[in-house]
């Protein structure tokens, strides 16, 4: 996972941008300080990104870009205000390929408002698992403790780039919210599953929603 | 030293003249001629400075007008600035515009959309500009410039000048970067490993290792590259 990345050269050839509008995004806060890695390479310094963050948030400028001013566009990607009023129903949502139907029928019931409808963090919640399923990494029922985990704690975690760690021993599964970056050593007999970054999360399923 | 504004909610002025210190805080304007300290970090609308000043925290203003040295132990946040002399920033600078007559140095990332002067800089970060226009006086100095347009001069070529650059280093007219990208490159006296851009032109005295260009690419005579690749389509 922390291998996905992009180079910048990369990046700008595959998206046809170009070096001053990637700089520009950069200055007027569109693209955050900490998706750009200095990482060296044979030819010296090279700056990466995250690729699956960057490619979703450079498709989400330019789809937007022509009805919105740079500034109208930073406050709205920078924030999830614009989403937190969402409210969507399960059909929408299955519809959408926002979340698979397994993953809907599964806990959708135990994640829903009264109405049956979903915000935008039950969404993500939902999305978190789908993607962990979704990889084969997780099991049905994990994601049952993924979710309460999720439902209990992110919401202290709001707004700070925090990440989630699935980690199994003998057979029994944890998980862990962190903000990042932290460090976390286990013992042994611990295995790291998955480590997903919350913000990569949001990031998706922005692009999805709009 | 300093004044109190009697009305309400209306925020009050700093103003030092002579050899004076004060705290910092939020101010309407920050007036200072002389010698000033400021123990903590400010923030006004208006911050103009002539003398030495030094400042222990960060700055965060609208307007700046810099005569003379400025010390800064943080990051500077301003909108418009006007520099003449030396200003020394212990931290990024952000801003919207930069009028440059002398040196600045700085010890982050350095964004603006407008950057444009005579005088040197040092700027340990990235560089990250809209427009950038330089006659340099002095060296020029960045980790990384990343840029949509970009244009270096030698600011000041009389005999003496060069002469005192040939022994001093430091005053050495040359733009020095690892990388510099931009959409339009227009460089002269320019030292770079790498340079990526769109439209590029390597004028007289740079020296680069390598070159990569989209549409165009002009080289002067003088100037010694050591490889150029075209990018793209």
């Given amino acids: 996972m922390e291998d996905d990345l992009i180079s910048k050269k990369e990046l700008l050839d595959l998206t046809g941008i170009s070096y001053g509008q990637l700089y520009r995004w950069k200055r007027k806060q569109l693209i955050p300080e900490e998706w750009f890695i200095r990482k ?8 990466f990104f995250p690729r699956m963050l960057i490619q979703a948030r450079v498709r989400n400028i330019l789809n937007m870009k022509d009805d919105l001013s740079l500034d109208e566009l930073a406050s ?21 390929n926002i979340v698979t139907e397994i993953a809907m029928s599964v806990y959708g019931p135990a994640v829903e408002s ?4 979903y915000s935008f963090e039950q969404l993500l919640h939902l999305y978190a698992a789908d993607t962990l399923l979704s990889k084969g990494d997780m099991s049905l029922d994990e994601g049952r403790i993924l979710l309460r985990t999720l439902e209990k704690h992110a919401g202290a975690l709001t707004g700070k780039p925090c990440e989630l760690y699935f980690v199994r021993k003998m057979g029994v599964a944890l998980f862990l919210l962190a903000p990042s970056p932290v460090e976390l050593y286990f013992d042994e007999g611990v295995r790291l599953v998955a480590k997903v970054a919350l913000g990569d999360l949001v990031e998706q399923l922005k692009g999805r929603l709009s | 030293m300093t004044e109190e504004d009697k009305e ?3 925020l009050s002025d700093l103003i030092i003249n002579g050899v004076g210190s004060a705290a910092g805080g939020t101010y309407d304007k920050v007036l200072i001629d002389g010698v000033g300290k400021v123990e903590g970090s400010l923030t006004a609308r208006i911050f103009k400075a ?9 700055l965060e203003t609208v307007e700046m007008e810099v005569n003379g040295i400025m010390n800064l132990e943080g990051p500077l946040r301003v909108n418009t600035m006007k520099l003449d002399g030396i200003l020394h920033v212990d931290g990024g600078v952000t801003g919207e515009n930069c009028a440059l007559n002398g040196l600045m140095t700085a010890k982050g990332d350095c964004e603006l959309e ?26 020029g100095q ?6 949509e347009t970009l244009k270096v001069r ?23 970067a690892k990388v510099i990208e931009g959409d339009d490159l227009d460089l002269e006296y320019t030292n770079a490993d790498v340079v990526r851009g769109n439209y590029v032109i390597i004028g007289v005295g740079c020296s680069v290792e390598l070159v990569e260009y989209r549409t165009g690419l002009t080289v002067h005579p003088g100037a010694r590259i050591g490889k150029e690749v075209k990018t793209g389509d």
Avoid: C, Y
């Fill in chain 1, 114 to 117: 009264k109405e049956g409808l």
């Fill in chain 2, 154 to 176: 030698q600011g000041d070529k009389s005999l003496w000048n060069r002469l005192l650059g040939g022994i001093i280093p430091k005053l050495k007219s040359e733009l020095t």
């Fill in chain 1, 76 to 96: 709205r990607l920078s924030d999830t205000e614009g989403f937190s009023e969402i409210r969507l129903t399960k059909e929408a949502i299955v519809e959408r």
């Fill in chain 2, 142 to 147: 960045a980790h990384e410039i990343g840029v």
């Fill in chain 1, 40 to 47: 060296s390479t044979f030819t010296g310094q090279e700056t």
């Fill in chain 2, 50 to 58: 002539n003398g030495q000043i030094r400042v222990k925290g960060e």
């Fill in chain 2, 114 to 139: 407008e950057f444009r002067g005579v005088g040197g800089f040092t700027i340990e970060g990235l560089l990250n500009a809209g427009r950038m226009d330089i006659r340099l006086a002095g060296a």
């Fill in chain 2, 8 to 10: 309400p909610g209306h």
